[in-house]
């Protein structure tokens, strides 16, 4: 400090404290200085600063109060937002939970009803299986009465050709008398020769109407000593009137191929064979016809006629 007032001394006077100049009134009413007020030397700049920072605590008290204010109200704003969303969200929680109660009561009731249709379905599954076991019985029953159904055909066809009146050399057979020209003569002749013969005999060249009727042929033939030699009887069976429509000599049309031999009939590359043949196959007893030329080819042959009843 001495140095500093020296070199003041020296030169003009400096201060480090800042000054602040500042208009007043006197007891007379008139403007004068802080400087004269107070005078160079006098005590102004600390009453100044006591001033100041009495001004700027009061400025920060009307400051802090309005900060106050304003987060009391933030502050109070903010709790009822908070209160709408927890109310909000304890509203969703209560609609979840009811929802999720909702939940379990369906699925406790599909599991309910699963439970029931796999009960219902394990039921359903013994009584099919008791259904297909009386199925089975019952087929059984049915193929056993067909069994003894063809039995009493077989016995009552019997006895009804026991009945039948046949002329002789003719074989009686369910209600008809059949002629086979094995049984007579070793003379073959046409198709149209073989049916005049049998017209001649007040009967008509056979008509098969049925599989037992096939049988009964096949099973006929084999009996003769015809079979042994490979001979075939003409049938009264031909399609001359159109070709590849087979009609037998009642007018009536064959609608079932299952008779004929593999690849018949074929008319052997259309050379007129219309008229049909019968013999005896051993390894293929079904499969007994084929196709030959009316006119060229000579046969033996089968005639049939109604047989007549006892009194």
Same mark, same amino acid.
């Given at each position: 400090?001495?140095?500093?007032?020296?070199?003041?001394?020296?030169?003009?006077?400096?201060?480090?404290?800042?000054?602040?100049?500042?208009?007043?009134?006197?007891?007379?009413? @008139?403007?004068?200085?802080?400087?004269?007020?107070?005078?160079?030397?006098?005590?102004?700049?600390?009453?100044?600063?006591?001033?100041?920072?009495?001004?700027?605590?009061?400025?920060?008290?009307?400051?802090?109060?309005?900060?106050?204010?304003?987060?009391?109200?933030? $502050?109070?704003?903010?709790?009822?937002?908070?209160?709408?969303?927890?109310?909000?969200?304890?509203?969703?929680?209560?609609?979840?939970?009811?929802?999720?109660?909702?939940?379990?009561?369906?699925?406790?009731?599909?599991?309910?009803?699963?439970?029931? @249709?796999? $009960?219902?379905?394990?039921?359903? !599954?013994?009584?099919?299986?008791? $259904?297909?076991?009386?199925?089975?019985?019952?087929?059984?029953?049915?193929?056993?009465?067909?069994?003894?159904?063809?039995?009493?055909?077989?016995?009552?066809?019997?006895?009804?050709?026991?009945?039948?009146?046949?002329?002789?050399?003719?074989?009686?057979?369910?209600?008809?008398?059949?002629?086979?020209?094995?049984?007579?003569?070793?003379?073959?002749?046409?198709?149209?020769?073989?049916?005049?013969?049998?017209?001649?005999?007040?009967?008509?060249?056979?008509?098969?109407?049925?599989?037992?009727?096939?049988?009964?042929?096949?099973?006929?033939?084999?009996?003769?000593?015809?079979?042994?030699?490979?001979?075939?009887?003409?049938?009264?069976?031909?399609?001359?009137?159109?070709?590849?429509?087979?009609?037998?000599?009642?007018?009536?049309?064959?609608?079932?191929?299952?008779?004929?031999?593999?690849?018949?009939?074929?008319?052997?590359?259309?050379?007129?064979?219309?008229?049909?043949?019968?013999?005896?196959?051993?390894?293929?007893?079904?499969?007994?016809?084929?196709?030959?030329?009316?006119?060229?080819?000579? !046969?033996?042959?089968?005639?049939?006629?109604?047989?007549?009843?006892?009194?």
């Amino acid at each position: 400090m001495e140095n500093q007032q020296q070199r003041a001394d020296n030169g003009p006077k400096m201060s480090f404290i800042p000054k602040t100049y500042q208009l007043f009134c006197s007891s007379k009413g @008139a403007l004068v200085s802080n400087y004269e007020k107070y005078g160079p030397g006098g005590h102004g700049s600390d009453r100044r600063l006591v001033l100041s920072l009495g001004l700027l605590n009061i400025i920060l008290l009307i400051i802090a109060i309005v900060i106050g204010a304003n987060c009391a109200g933030i $502050k109070s704003g903010s709790l009822h937002v908070s209160d709408s969303a927890v109310a909000k969200v304890i509203n969703e929680l209560s609609y979840l939970r009811s929802n999720h109660s909702d939940v379990m009561e369906a699925e406790i009731e599909a599991k309910s009803a699963l439970d029931n @249709a796999l $009960k219902n379905h394990k039921q359903l !599954k013994v009584q099919i299986a008791e $259904k297909k076991a009386a199925n089975d019985n019952y087929q059984k029953q049915v193929e056993v009465l067909l069994e003894q159904k063809l039995t009493l055909q077989a016995n009552l066809s019997a006895a009804d050709d026991s009945c039948l009146i046949c002329p002789s050399g003719w074989i009686a057979y369910n209600s008809s008398c059949y002629f086979f020209s094995f049984t007579e003569s070793r003379v073959k002749k046409n198709w149209p020769d073989s049916r005049a013969d049998c017209t001649g005999r007040n009967s008509d060249m056979i008509v098969v109407d049925n599989k037992e009727e096939q049988t009964f042929v096949s099973a006929t033939i084999e009996s003769m000593s015809a079979s042994s030699q490979g001979d075939t009887f003409w049938l009264g069976l031909s399609d001359t009137a159109t070709e590849g429509q087979w009609v037998w000599v009642n007018n009536v049309v064959e609608t079932e191929n299952r008779y004929w031999m593999e690849g018949e009939p074929n008319d052997h590359g259309h050379r007129g064979e219309d008229c049909a043949v019968t013999a005896f196959r051993p390894t293929f007893p079904w499969g007994t016809r084929n196709d030959l030329n009316c006119e060229t080819q000579k !046969k033996l042959w089968i005639c049939e006629m109604a047989a007549r009843r006892t009194a």
